[in-house]
């Protein structure tokens, strides 16, 4: 899979990549992943990417020239199966879209800044709108950090345990299960007799049973999708 990313603060996305699994799955070429300064693609002397709103009102807006030259560079040669803005006002992330996307060969992610982006580069460009809840970011940055982390981790390789992803929370519809590790008591609180057993078919079971009580408490509207 290759991953592109469009930023005007491209600094804020070094970090989420530059360690522990993300790194580790860029290192060994089960991704790979570019981010574009739209600065780059600025307009004049001083690389304009930001203007007032028509219309009036506080806040600049992401340019559509920038925008559509770095767009149309991306997919000169190959055509991306996403083009994906950020925004507060897209369909809400969650895992079974992230195992839909963790399929797709080339992904483009567009940050917003500001006001957000010109209406018609979504309209023109992009396919997929996403927000990572029902708050507002000041970019888009960390947003696509989120988006891309919950896919990376999906591709087959990246985590150790191949079936380690399939057991977190989301993947069936449940809340993953308490784990615990050593010691076996702490400040009083025992872990439960069954995971030291050694027992596997009754500590799965106990498994199955825990994330169902927590899905019924914390999110019952889990089990009625
Ligand atoms: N004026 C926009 C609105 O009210 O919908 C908010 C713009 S926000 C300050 C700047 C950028 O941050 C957006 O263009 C978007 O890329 C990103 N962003 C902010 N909140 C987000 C969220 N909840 N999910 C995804 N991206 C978000």
Redesign the pocket.
């Known amino acids: 899979m290759h991953i592109d990313i469009i930023s005007v603060v491209p600094e804020l996305l070094e970090s989420p990549f530059s360690h522990s699994i993300l790194m580790r799955a860029i290192d060994k070429g089960l991704v790979s992943l570019k981010i574009h300064d739209l600065r780059n693609f600025g307009l004049g002397n001083y690389r304009q990417v930001d203007d007032y709103q028509f219309g009036g009102g506080a806040?600049m807006v992401?340019m559509a020239e920038p925008l559509d030259q770095l767009l149309t560079s991306l997919t000169k040669e190959q055509s991306a199966d996403a083009i994906v803005?950020?925004?507060?006002?897209?369909e809400t992330?969650n895992q079974s879209m992230a195992n839909g996307f963790s399929l797709k060969e080339r992904i483009i992610l567009?940050?917003?800044?500001?006001?957000?982006?010109d209406q018609r580069i979504r309209d023109i460009w992009v396919t997929h709108e996403?927000?990572?809840?029902?708050?507002?970011?000041?970019?888009?940055?960390?947003?696509?950090s989120?988006?891309s982390d919950s896919i990376i981790r999906l591709i087959p390789g990246v985590l150790n345990d191949a079936g380690s992803a399939l057991n977190d929370s989301f993947q069936d519809n449940l809340l993953a299960p308490p784990v615990y590790t050593r010691p076996s008591e702490f400040k009083g609180h025992k872990v439960p007799e069954v995971l030291l057993s050694g027992n596997f078919s009754a500590i799965e079971a106990w498994r199955e049973a825990e994330a169902l009580r927590r899905t019924q408490e914390r999110r019952p509207d889990l089990l009625s999708d």
């Open positions: 806040g992401l803005y950020l925004t507060p006002d897209g992330w567009i940050c917003g800044h500001y006001k957000g982006i996403v927000s990572i809840g029902d708050y507002v970011l000041s970019g888009g940055e960390l947003a696509a989120v988006v």
